[in-house]
């Protein structure tokens, strides 16, 4: 049985990674489609410096005026939030030993 605290880190521990997961998968994503489309990243640079200029950061304020930039949040890297094995197992011929950290990944 797992201590309430226990259970209290795992789960902060999965919601920090998640949020870790989400952004390296968006950033992963944008890369790719910049460096196989040049025209991609010109249009992006071009809404944010048309909306925002070049010498602050962006606000959540601008994100209605961001359509473009908007849209290329969205791709996603197939990868899971990693989990710890709670004993030690077998997966498809592999040994898994107890509190090994586990990352999925779904390709």
């Not at 290329?72 to 094995?85: D, K, T």
Request: charged share 25%; proline share 4%.
């Amino acid at each position: 049985m797992i201590s309430k605290d226990k259970n209290l880190v795992a789960t902060i521990v999965d919601l920090y990674f998640g949020g870790t997961d989400t952004i390296a998968s968006m950033l992963a994503w944008m890369i790719l489609i910049f460096t196989h489309f040049p025209d991609k990243q010109r249009k992006f640079y071009e809404e944010i410096e048309s909306v925002v200029g070049t010498n602050r950061c962006c606000t959540l304020a601008e994100r209605p005026n961001m359509l473009y930039t908007e849209a290329l949040r969205f791709g996603r890297a197939p990868q899971g939030i990693s989990h710890r094995a709670i004993k030690d197992t077998q997966f498809k011929g592999f040994a898994v030993k107890k509190d090994t950290l586990i990352m999925p990944n779904f390709h």
